[in-house]
Nanobody
Framework: QVQLVESGGGLVQPGGSLRLSCAASGSGFRLNTMDWYRQAPGKERALVAAITSGGSTYYADSLKGRFTISRDNAKNTVYLQMNSLKPEDTAVYYC???????????????WGQGTQVTVSS
């Protein structure tokens, strides 16, 4: 079974930067797309960015130019570099990955536990 563990959240001032990490652990799988979502208080969870195993990326329109998603396939880790942070970026950030088992090619989704990002002066 795959587990995802996020890290790197915290409190940052407006205009600051944070780098989130999400590491997958387990065995017998490969990872397809890895995504970052966020959920602000009182709002629905929304896709922030996604990256395929080949490195193709997608970003929510409102975040292009400030956030960068990347991954290290050897480490089964995805990153989210967040720059020029604004108070409205405050949310719990979740990692999501599509895992595929080697032995029967079953695909399933896995969520991390989330990491809080607070942008405030």
């Amino acid at each position: 079974q795959v587990q995802l563990v996020e890290s790197g959240g915290g409190l940052v001032q407006p205009g600051g930067s944070l780098r989130l990490s999400c590491a997958a652990s387990g065995s017998g799988f490969r990872l397809n797309t890895m995504d970052w979502y966020r959920q602000a208080p009182g709002k629905e969870r929304a896709l922030v960015a996604a990256i395929t195993s080949g490195g193709s990326t997608y970003y929510a329109d409102s975040l292009k130019g400030r956030f960068t998603i990347s991954r290290d396939n050897a480490k089964n880790t995805v990153y989210l570099q967040m720059n020029s942070l604004k108070p409205e970026d405050t949310a719990v950030y979740y990692c999501y990955a599509e895992a595929v088992t080697y032995w029967d090619s079953t695909a399933y989704g896995v969520w991390g536990q989330g990491t809080q990002v607070t942008v405030s002066s």
